[in-house]
């Protein structure tokens, strides 16, 4: 079972992106192949990202943050990791919460050294990003989170599985289908729950590769869509393994007894499954919605009910 440190946040008042990126004075972007299967492409960034940006580079400048706040762990021997803040002129936040006019993110350099790729003043880029609480910012998590425009087109670059290019259309298209109104609309299932207990089990694909799945055992305290007779319900969520289900989502991999949840569900092979990832199970506390256990969700819970209710409890 994988275990991971997670923590609730408030809302966030921060404009900064930081970006962990060697200094290169070369703005040219090479690609080493184009990929052409769409379904071989990693949209997780721009799906499950607490933002994605669009706007054209300001500037970028060097930096030194702590290891021990970049990887969020205690180290005898911390020391200060070379890190890039990239500043960008905000167009339009496709996904996330406003942020103001210039925007700063964080690039841990962690992946393949074909990753270091330049940020140049005046490149128009779409950034998806991810909170980081030891660093108290946005960072670039995945090298498949940052596209460069080319022309009318979107590029990926350098990543190791190659190139890819896409219409701006198709990557918005991506990010709308797990928006609100389209997950309200798509879910056969919405219920308010309370955990009551969780447990993992092992299933085996037709291949004999095997997968974890995390089964929420969750209290129906509400049905606000859909019907569903019994008190009680079980949310299978995909953890991991070389046995990857058509219905697998991203999902926390953590729920405890007594927490309150707000799920959007589909049925699938194993059951009552959150079909838009973390965009479908928000965690509902005193202050508010949570998304993906880490920050305050970005659209106003208020206004979520009203989607809801627009839709209506079919009986």
């Given at each position: 079972?994988?275990?991971?440190?997670?923590?609730?946040?408030?809302?966030?008042?921060?404009?900064?992106?930081?970006?962990?990126?060697?200094?290169?004075?070369?703005?040219?972007?090479?690609?080493?192949?184009?990929?052409?299967?769409?379904?071989?492409?990693?949209?997780?960034?721009?799906?499950?990202?607490?933002?994605?940006?669009?706007?054209?580079?300001?500037?970028?400048?060097?930096?030194?943050?702590?290891?021990?706040?970049?990887?969020?762990?205690?180290?005898?021997?911390?020391?200060?990791?070379?890190?890039?803040?990239?500043?960008?002129?905000?167009?339009?936040?496709?996904?996330?919460?406003?942020?103001?006019?210039?925007?700063?993110?964080?690039?841990?350099?962690?992946?393949?050294?074909?990753?270091?790729?330049?940020?140049?003043?005046?490149?128009?880029?779409?950034?998806?990003?991810?909170?980081?609480?030891?660093?108290?910012?946005?960072?670039?998590?995945?090298?498949?989170?940052?596209?460069?425009?080319?022309?009318?087109?979107?590029?990926?670059?350098?990543?190791?599985?190659?190139?890819?290019?896409?219409?701006?259309?198709?990557?918005?298209?991506?990010?709308?289908?797990?928006?609100?109104?389209?997950?309200?609309?798509?879910?056969?299932?919405?219920?308010?729950?309370?955990v009551d207990s969780?447990?993992?089990?092992?299933?085996?694909?037709?291949?004999?590769?095997?997968?974890?799945?995390?089964?929420?055992?969750?209290?129906?305290?509400?049905?606000?869509?859909?019907?569903?007779?019994?008190?009680?319900?079980?949310?299978?969520?995909?953890?991991g393994g070389l046995?990857?289900?058509?219905?697998?989502?991203?999902?926390?991999?953590?729920?405890?007894?007594?927490?309150?949840?707000?799920?959007?569900?589909?049925?699938?092979?194993?059951?009552?499954?959150?079909?838009?990832?973390?965009?479908?199970?928000?965690?509902?506390?005193?202050?508010?919605?949570?998304?993906?256990?880490r920050v305050q969700?970005?659209?106003?819970?208020?206004?979520?009910?009203?989607?809801?209710?627009?839709?209506?409890?079919?009986?």
């Open positions: 079972m994988k275990h991971s440190i997670t923590k609730s946040l408030g809302s966030v008042k921060y404009l900064a992106i930081v970006a962990i990126l060697p200094l290169c004075a070369d703005p040219v972007l090479g690609g080493s192949e184009v990929i052409r299967d769409p379904s071989a492409w990693n949209y997780a960034p721009l799906q499950y990202y607490d933002i994605v940006v669009h706007g054209t580079v300001r500037e970028v400048t060097a930096d030194e943050v702590s290891t021990n706040a970049l990887w969020t762990q205690a180290s005898k021997t911390d020391r200060m990791t070379p890190v890039r803040r990239v500043t960008v002129d905000v167009l339009d936040v496709p996904r996330g919460p406003s942020v103001a006019a210039a925007w700063t993110f964080i690039v841990p350099f962690t992946h393949s050294q074909g990753y270091d790729t330049p940020y140049v003043p005046g490149q128009e880029v779409l950034i998806a990003a991810m909170y980081h609480p030891g660093l108290q910012g946005y960072y670039l998590k995945s090298y498949y989170g940052r596209y460069v425009r080319r022309g009318e087109d979107w590029v990926c670059e350098e990543t190791p599985r190659g190139t890819r290019t896409f219409t701006d259309a198709e990557l918005r298209e991506k990010i709308r289908v797990v928006e609100p109104a389209r997950v309200v609309s798509d879910a056969e299932l919405i219920v308010v729950g309370t969780s447990a993992v089990e092992v299933i085996i694909g037709s291949d004999s590769s095997s997968a974890e799945i995390l089964r929420v055992q969750m209290r129906v305290d509400e049905i606000r869509k859909g019907h569903y007779e019994s008190g009680s319900i079980a949310v299978a969520m995909y953890q046995y990857l289900p058509a219905w697998a989502k991203h999902a926390p991999d953590r729920f405890n007894p007594g927490e309150k949840w707000l799920c959007f569900l589909k049925k699938g092979d194993a059951g009552w499954y959150p079909f838009a990832g973390t965009n479908g199970l928000l965690q509902m506390t005193n202050e508010g919605l949570i998304y993906d256990r969700y970005w659209h106003d819970a208020t206004r979520i009910a009203q989607l809801i209710s627009e839709v209506g409890v079919q009986k």
